[in-house]
C-alpha cells in the first residue's frame, strides 16, 4: 500500500525537446474480439497477433488463470503463419470487468473488456500496437517516460498516463508507490499530450535517501477502444536506482486475501522486483506443495520482474494454510515472502443488508450473510433490547457447498423512547459455519 507522505506533487503540461533513442517493442495486436451468451454464461474469443514469448492470462475478479487453463474455462488454438492466435474463455456473466494481460519481457498490455454489454464480435481493421522508452537525458534527478503508437495518438483525444514507483526501504520488501494521487515535496511529475506521450519525473535527493539504492519507475499508457474492448493499458518498468547491484531484488508486499467461501476460485500471486530476478517457487506451511493440487500456473521470469501464479478452481478445505513465495538469491542463500494466509470463513453483504425501518417505536433491520450451509449469525447493537426481538430467516442456496442467509431482525420500543439507535444503527454481528466465524461492527 502507498505511504501517503510519498505521493506526487503535481501535473502539469510542459514540452521538452529531447527524443528517446531505443524504443521497447511489446509486439502485441487485438485483431478481433468477441462475446456470445448462453443464458448465464458468456464465451469471451480474441484473436491477437503477439510473439511466441508472450505471457498470455486471463483475470476475472481477482482470479489470474493461465490461456490454457481448461479447468477454469480457458483455451489457445489456431496459431497461424502471420502469428495470430485464438485465444477463449468461459466465464459467467458479471457486472465487472475481465481482463486479458499479455506480457512480453517487461512491457505489458492489458485489454479491459465489458462482459454486462450486449454480444457483439468486433474487427479492429487497423490494430493498435504500442512501443515505450526511457530517457535519462536532461538531467541526472530526472527521468522521461515516452509512448508511441500506431496509429498515432491523437492530442485531442481522451488517453491519458499514469506514473507510479516501486522502492524498497530497508532492504525488506517492495511496495507499490503512486504518483498521481496527492501533493508531496520529494516528487514531481509533468505530462505532455501529444502525438508522443511524455512525462518526465524529477526525483530529489530526499526520495533517493528514503529508498536507498533501489528505485525503479512504472509508467503507463491507457487508451480507449471501440467495440467490446473498451480500452487498453500499456506499461512499463525502468530501474531507475543510482548504485545497481546485480542480482538484487524485492519481494513485492501484496495486500492479504479477501475472505473466501467453499468452493470459490482463488490465485495465490507472487512477485519480485529487482534485476534479472530469480524464479519464485510457492511453499505452504514452509514445505512445497504438490502441483497436482494446482489447476492453472503461470511462471514469468523479465529483466525486472518475476511473477509465479498459483490458481485453483475450488478453495476446498485441503487448500487451506500458509502460503509463501521463495527464492534463491545471487550468494544462494533462500529468501522468504511474508506469509499469505488462506483460511475459509464467512463473510457478510453490506450491500445487500440495510436498516428496513428506523421510525421512533419501530425498528427492522437486515442483515445478510454468505458462508457453508448451516451458516449462522448473532446480532446485538447499542440501544438493541435483549428480548422482545422477532427473528426470521431466509436461506438461499449459492452452490453445493454455500448457501445465503437473510436474517431480519425486529423489535418494537416504547412511545416517547429516545432511542440512540435511531440515528447512529451501529451493529455488531457474528457469522459462524463449519470453516470458522467472522464478526463485523458498522453502520448499516
Known amino acids: 500500500m502507498a505511504p501517503h507522505l510519498l505521493l506526487i506533487l503535481c ?3 510542459l514540452s521538452f525537446s529531447t527524443e528517446p533513442k531505443e524504443w521497447i517493442d511489446g509486439g502485441t495486436a487485438v485483431v478481433t474480439a468477441s462475446k456470445t451468451t448462453y443464458g448465464n454464461s458468456v464465451r469471451l474469443e480474441i484473436e491477437a497477433i503477439l510473439p511466441v514469448s508472450a505471457v498470455v492470462v486471463w483475470k476475472v475478479d481477482s482470479v489470474v488463470i493461465e490461456a490454457n487453463a481448461r479447468e477454469l474455462g480457458a483455451g489457445t488454438s489456431r496459431r497461424t ?5 485464438l485465444f477463449t474463455l468461459d466465464t459467467k456473466m458479471s457486472d465487472r470487468m475481465e481482463y486479458f494481460v499479455v506480457v512480453v519481457d517487461d512491457f505489458a498490455a492489458t485489454y479491459e473488456i465489458d462482459v454486462s454489454g450486449k454480444d457483439r464480435k468486433t474487427f479492429y481493421n487497423d490494430p493498435m500496437t504500442c512501443q515505450a522508452s526511457f530517457s535519462n537525458s536532461i ?5 522521461e517516460a515516452f509512448f508511441r503508437c500506431n496509429p ?3 492530442p485531442e483525444d481522451f488517453w491519458y498516463m499514469f506514473t507510479g514507483m516501486v522502492g524498497s526501504r530497508e532492504n525488506i520488501f517492495a511496495e507499490f508507490i503512486s504518483l498521481d494521487s496527492e501533493a508531496n515535496p520529494y516528487v514531481n511529475v509533468s505530462y505532455e499530450h501529444s502525438k508522443i506521450a511524455r512525462s518526465t519525473i524529477s526525483i530529489t535527493k530526499e526520495t533517493r535517501d528514503l529508498f536507498g539504492n533501489f528505485l ?5 499508457l491507457t487508451v480507449p477502444m471501440d467495440g467490446l474492448i473498451e480500452q487498453v493499458t500499456y506499461r512499463i518498468t525502468h530501474d531507475i536506482s ?10 513485492m508486499e501484496n495486500p492479504p486475501l479477501s475472505d473466501l467461501l467453499e468452493g470459490e476460485p482463488l490465485s495465490i500471486i507472487c512477485e519480485a522486483i529487482g534485476r534479472n530476478p530469480p524464479t519464485i517457487q510457492i511453499q505452504k506451511n514452509n ?15 523479465s529483466t525486472s520482474w518475476s511473477t509465479t501464479i498459483a490458481s485453483f478452481s475450488h478453495a476446498l478445505e485441503q487448500i487451506k494454510g500458509k502460503y509463501s513465495c521463495v527464492a534463491n538469491d545471487i550468494d544462494g542463500n533462500l529468501r522468504s515472502s511474508k506469509l499469505i494466509e488462506v483460511k475459509l470463513r464467512p463473510r457478510f453483504r453490506p450491500d445487500l443488508s440495510a436498516v428496513i425501518e428506523n421510525k421512533a417505536t419501530k425498528k427492522h433491520v437486515l442483515v445478510v450473510v454468505e458462508g457453508a450451509k448451516g451458516v449462522s449469525v448473532v446480532c446485538s447493537g447499542n440501544s438493541w433490547p435483549t428480548e422482545g426481538v422477532e427473528v426470521s430467516t431466509d436461506r438461499a442456496s449459492l452452490s453445493e457447498w454455500n448457501e445465503r442467509l437473510e436474517v431480519n431482525f425486529k423489535w418494537m420500543t416504547p412511545n416517547g423512547d429516545d432511542n440512540l439507535f435511531q ?5 455488531s454481528c457474528t457469522a459462524v459455519d463449519k470453516h470458522g466465524e467472522t464478526t463485523v461492527e458498522k453502520a448499516l
Not at 503463419?81 to 492466435?85: N, P, S
Not at 538531467?139 to 527521468?143: G, R, Y
Not at 504438490?290 to 492453472?296: D, G, H, I, L
Request: aromatic share 12%; charged share 25%; no cysteine.
Open 423 to 427: 440515528y447512529t444503527p451501529i451493529v
Open 152 to 154: 498515432e495518438l491523437k
Open 81 to 85: 503463419a502471420d502469428g495470430r492466435t
Open 11 to 13: 501535473v502539469i503540461g
Open 139 to 143: 538531467e541526472q534527478n530526472t527521468v
Open 242 to 251: 543510482e548504485n545497481k547491484i546485480p542480482g538484487e531484488f524485492r519481494f
Open 216 to 220: 525503479f519507475l512504472f509508467s503507463s
Open 287 to 301: 514445505r512445497p506443495f504438490p502441483k497436482s493440487e494446482v489447476t492453472s500456473s503461470v511462471q514469468s521470469v
